[in-house]
């Protein structure tokens, strides 16, 4: 096969990859715009791990290019610095570092001299988490057990409060792990995220939809009690079925005032083990703790007349491809994917395995929340009706 010559991409087509990047493009769909293959296109972007560096800017108070081309000029003419600088309306002082660091008075030359100034101009702020010390072990420790870096940036802002020298945006810590030259954090934290992808993606990138099938007398979100659509009080819950391999997968509840979760076990997809389970899992808390159940239009729930006889808990539909009604939900399934990643086999997992799982996510601070924990709040949601 005949091999394509190497090419170097120019800065507009850098930045052409970076917009199609942010837009949610794969790398082949970029590549294919150069007529390239897409390991091109990942070399320039994993650079930065998938990050658009800051377009670099000159000061305003740096020499211009027509500047340094006068000095040059001048130079030649056998003008002083002094009047030099006048025409320019610069100091002296200025011109002289500027013709000392670049050749000197024989050896100046402006487009030289540009050219070296903004090669030395690259000194880049060194990262706040590259220092070390407390704030960077606190960072990494919180990584390892699965926050996300905007629930450790929120925690740290809470629990040292009015102490920024322990302030610390979700930015800086993205960056700090996709960026590896800035020597901040560990590459082997990024596995602890809820994406253990190798280069950050646009949040464009996948957008999920709901293509199942039809349920008989479902009953709209639309008629579901205002108490639940404000999440005035507990007992309202979002749920839907999360997959794995080998046609594996486990219900999964969401309670929508406190984002309390709780992991079902579930031996198939098929309506009946379907409910059954959830049946099961109604009786694991107080009755006052369950007061509606919001689903997708899987067909798994085709037998929620059974569950609402079993419960007494009516179940609500959400519109069809709207997924995003049952919003608490969506969210808490992809958190879970980090438990759970796409591929993985659910079957082999036990309920004394889901219910662990589902507490180290409870035990988690949600911003939500004002990064407080679901458990906390549901705690407190338990005793008031004690």
Not at 322 to 349: A, C, H, I, V
């Amino acid at each position: 096969m005949k091999q394509k010559p190497r090419i170097y991409y120019t800065e507009s087509q850098k930045a052409l990859m970076w917009e199609r990047w942010k837009k949610g493009d794969s790398l082949q769909m970029i590549a294919q715009m150069f007529d390239r293959n897409h390991s091109s296109v990942q070399r320039i972007l994993a650079e930065t791990g998938g990050i658009r560096p800051a377009p670099r800017c000159r000061s305003r108070l740096a020499l211009t290019l027509a500047e340094r081309e006068e000095i040059s000029r001048g130079l030649v003419e056998g003008k002083s610095l002094r009047s030099i600088a006048t025409c320019l309306g610069r100091a002296p002082s200025t011109l002289s570092r500027e013709i000392k660091r670049n050749g000197g008075q024989e050896g100046y030359r402006a487009n030289q001299a540009d050219q070296s100034a903004w090669d030395r101009a690259r000194r880049p702020k060194r990262c706040k988490l590259a220092k070390g010390g407390m704030l960077a072990h606190m960072v990494a420790s919180k990584l390892q057990l699965e926050w996300s870096p905007e629930q450790i940036a929120g925690w740290l802002k809470q629990f040292f409060e009015g102490d920024k020298e322990y302030y610390v945006s979700r930015e800086t810590i993205y960056r700090s792990l996709y960026i590896q030259a800035r020597g901040a954090l560990k590459k082997e934290l990024l596995a602890h995220l809820r994406r253990t992808r190798a280069m950050r993606r646009s949040r464009h990138h996948t957008q999920k939809m709901d293509n199942h099938g039809r349920i008989c007398d479902a009953i709209s979100i639309s008629e579901r009690p205002a108490t639940a659509e404000d999440r005035a009080v507990p007992g309202h819950w979002e749920g839907d079925l999360l997959f794995g391999s080998h046609n594996s997968q486990i219900a999964t509840w969401v309670e929508r005032q406190t984002r309390y979760v709780m992991l079902v076990k579930v031996d198939g997809k098929d309506t009946a083990t379907v409910v059954n389970a959830l049946i099961g899992n109604a009786k694991r808390l107080p009755h006052e703790l369950y007061k509606s159940l919001t689903w997708d239009r899987g067909k798994e729930m085709a037998g929620h007349k059974r569950f609402t006889m079993a419960t007494e808990i009516q179940v609500y539909f959400c519109d069809p491809q709207n997924p995003w009604q049952r919003g608490s939900n969506e969210n808490t399934n992809g958190l879970l994917r980090q438990y759970f990643p796409k591929g993985l086999d659910l079957s082999t997992y036990s309920q004394e395995k889901l219910d662990e799982v589902a507490r180290r996510l409870n035990e988690r601070p949600r911003k939500t929340l004002h990064y407080q924990t679901p458990a906390h709040r549901f705690e407190e949601c338990v005793a008031s009706i004690s």
